[in-house]
């Protein structure tokens, strides 16, 4: 079995590889969509998982009330700074959290449906998994965008880089 250690090693590399994407993009660009259907800009994917992290781990795993609009994070937009701030933030409260959940304990409340978690029930263990999925699958999604928009710049500014 993992340890609280190992898990957080790996949950929070995930996390500060998409807070150092957003923060080498800058205002500009973390804020942009690339021109690829349906993608998202950084910034909105990193407000996303800071949603997934907040609710999962503190209001499933901690008990904390949370209050998340999903639907706004996806097209959340603003500077970076504060961002970033929030980030270290919720990964400092991500250590907290599992460090005092009860991993074969049920959740302390079931998710909506509309969050489109795991479709079975889950443990506290569980749903910190469930954390560390979505926060592996969207860096690897974000480092997709960060070369679409950094190729996008490229060509705008006439092949100069930034």
Excluded at 30 to 47: C, E, F, M, V
Excluded at 80 to 99: F, G, K
């Amino acid at each position: 079995m993992i340890t609280e250690d190992d898990y957080l090693y790996f949950a929070c590399r995930a996390l500060d590889g998409m807070r150092g994407i957003v923060e080498g993009l800058g205002d500009e660009l973390a804020n942009r969509r690339p021109s690829i259907p349906g993608a998202n800009s950084p910034y909105a994917l990193l407000t996303h998982c800071l949603g997934v992290v907040s609710y999962w781990a503190g209001a499933l795993v901690a008990g904390r009330e949370v209050v998340r609009d999903r639907d706004a994070e996806f097209t959340s937009a603003g500077p970076v700074r504060p961002l970033l701030d929030r980030a270290a933030a919720v990964r400092d409260r991500l250590a907290e959290d599992v460090r005092a959940a009860e991993p074969g304990a049920p959740l302390r409340a079931a998710p909506p449906s509309a969050y489109l978690g795991p479709d079975r029930e889950l443990t506290q263990g569980a749903a910190l998994l469930h954390v560390y999925e979505e926060l592996a699958q969207h860096l690897g999604q974000m480092e997709v965008l960060r070369d679409a928009l950094l190729a996008e710049d490229a060509r705008r500014d006439g092949g100069k880089s930034r």
